[in-house]
């Protein structure tokens, strides 16, 4: 027997649709590339958002066909969120930092058809227009006066023209909720970049999740700083998560440096944000530096690496923030662990609880997870047995764009699928995991496994460490063994005794790396996370001590 309930597709243009008409008042605050602070509403952004649709019908685009965007976060790329999505073509979000030729083979492997770009990403198209043919549309998120006339891009409109004339009015198709809705290319560092492919049904679920008081816990109350970007999965989900509970939204536009972000979160009242540890190290310095404290700040979210200790105590200790820690990929829309206590856990003492903090945490509902060995058996829930982590769920991808890299998953006994996240992790007796490494970070001494995490979390919580990367080193006698790779916090010293000695008492002996060098700089992803390959190659005339 069936039941008798409605059956409505969950599609993305149902988020902006209600954040109008319940919320359409709720601010939408933006920092723009010209530096200015634009205002606008839930309303408007649905008006703008069916402009948008109209305009892209305008251009004859198929549904499923794709409109990339190369752009900050920022009300107008919120717009092209939902007006792309909600006619039936696929958004496809790229990330500015990557080298332009990798972009173009991205825009070209994705079919993208037109391409919106903030201008201070001019040059940059300059540089790729000609290597990506697939692009008929080319347009310029900016003013019709700002467009420069000599840009050498054919065609080019300015996004303010392009939707200006068009009517306010649309009706949003009836799609199928399992229709391709955006997609987002892995930074992946072996390979191509591929891609994962999000449908409404996926996004809608995701945001549901996430929106979980015991996720990322959004409300019409809030207030919300997404400093995640909108090309890094989605804003980790943000905007869908706020349009379906009607928060306000606060967009930093280019501006990531500490006194920028710091500004926006005391201006706007800001009361969660989330981004990448790297983000939060800038905030933090410059209020260090100028003894500030937040006024509304409650909650920052705090994932796409590992959150060092240090940063969580600055937070929790200093700023009276409590920090999320959050694990998710670019294959799961991102979200799958935050790390919020159970009621039991609130009876611990600081220190106990900061130990619960560091993991990465509780799998949110919707989310399935397990640890295996390498012949496949599940690891027990203990806190120790480490794994490679597996996951399933209705949010996190089955197969890659263009079905690249053949079929990821991995099928158990029963047959069922499950996604290989390469992340090695332990799960405790209460749910929560807790990731060791990139299964290919992991340093292997003398058949151990040694967490790189572990050591660079220790490194972090030195105060002349700016940043820390472990990484193994061949050895002889032990196969590899770990050394830490430091950048110093300007103005302060520390040697590389000293800080070897930092290690004594908090790991193991042979867990202590052999080695410390100084760099100027880790090189970063762009996403922002450290590349130990590129690293690797940096250090390959490297030779450990006494070897
Ligand atoms: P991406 O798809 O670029 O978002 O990268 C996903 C990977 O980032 C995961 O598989 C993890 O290795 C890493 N990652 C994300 N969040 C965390 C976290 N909170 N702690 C440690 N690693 C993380």
């Known amino acids: 027997m069936l039941g008798q309930m409605q059956n409505q597709p969950l599609l993305i243009s149902s988020l902006i649709t209600h954040a109008e008409r319940h919320h359409g008042s709720t601010e939408i605050v933006s920092r723009r590339v010209e530096g200015d602070i634009h205002r606008s509403t839930w309303g408007q952004i649905a008006r703008r958002s069916r402009q948008v649709a109209n305009a892209l019908d305008g251009l004859h685009l198929a549904h499923g066909e794709r409109v990339a965007t190369l752009a900050w976060n920022g009300y107008r790329h919120l717009e092209l969120y939902f007006g792309v999505s909600g006619t039936g073509r696929v958004l496809h979000t790229l990330n500015p930092r990557l080298h332009p030729e990798q972009l173009a083979w991205i825009v070209n492997h994705a079919d993208d058809r037109a391409l919106c770009f903030d201008m201070s990403f001019l040059p940059l198209v300059q540089t790729v227009h000609a290597k990506c043919p697939g692009v008929r549309h080319w347009v310029a998120l900016c003013d019709s006066d700002k467009l420069p006339t000599d840009s050498g891009i054919p065609g080019l409109v300015s996004y303010e023209a392009w939707i200006g004339g068009q009517s306010a009015t649309c009706v949003w198709p009836d799609l199928d909720e399992n229709s391709a809705s955006s997609m987002c290319y892995t930074s992946g560092t072996t390979g191509n970049p591929k891609a994962a492919l999000y449908s409404h049904r996926s996004t809608l679920l995701h945001a549901y999740g996430a929106a979980l008081p015991d996720a990322l816990g959004c409300s019409a109350r809030d207030s919300i700083l997404p400093v995640v970007p909108m090309f890094h999965v989605n804003a980790w989900g943000l905007p869908y998560s706020a349009a379906a509970v009607g928060c306000k939204l606060v967009f930093p536009g280019p501006a990531l440096d500490g006194k920028s972000v710091y500004e926006l979160i005391e201006s706007e009242k800001v009361s969660m944000a989330a981004g990448v540890p790297t983000v939060w190290q800038m905030l933090l310095g410059h209020m260090q530096q100028n003894g500030l404290k937040f006024s509304t700040l409650k ?39 935050v790390c919020t206590l159970k009621n039991a856990q609130l009876a611990l003492s600081a220190d106990e609880q900061l130990k619960v903090r560091l993991k990465q945490g509780r799998a949110v509902y919707g989310v399935d997870m397990k640890i295996v060995d390498e012949s496949g058996n599940e690891l027990p829930w203990d806190g120790k047995a480490y794994g490679d982590l597996l996951v399933r769920g209705p949010w996190i991808i089955a197969s890659y764009f263009k079905g690249e890299g053949g079929d990821p998953m991995r099928y158990d006994a029963s047959g069922k699928g499950w996604f290989p996240t390469g992340d090695v992790a332990t799960i405790d007796a209460d749910g929560f995991m807790q990731i060791t490494d990139r299964s290919k970070d992991v340093i292997k001494s003398g058949g151990e496994w040694i967490s790189s995490i572990d050591v660079e979390n220790i490194a ?32 302060t010293e520390v040697s590389r005794d000293e800080l070897l000695a930092f290690y004594e008492g908090k790991i193991a002996k042979w867990q202590v790396p052999d080695d410390v060098v100084f760099v100027d700089a880790i090189p970063l992803g762009a996403t922002g996370k450290m590349q130990k390959m590129t690293l690797r190659q940096q250090l390959k005339d490297y030779v450990l001590p006494g070897v």
């Open 299 to 337: 909650r920052t979210v705090i994932g796409g690496s590992a959150c060092p200790p240090a940063m969580i105590n600055a937070f929790n200790q200093t700023y009276g923030v409590e920090v999320l820690h959050a694990w998710g990929m670019t294959e799961m829309s991102p979200l799958g662990t």
């Open 460 to 491: 972090m919580a030195h105060p002349a460490v700016a940043m820390a990367a472990c990484i193994g080193m061949r050895h002889p006698k032990w196969d590899e063994r770990p050394i830490v790779v430091v950048v110093k916090k300007p103005g």
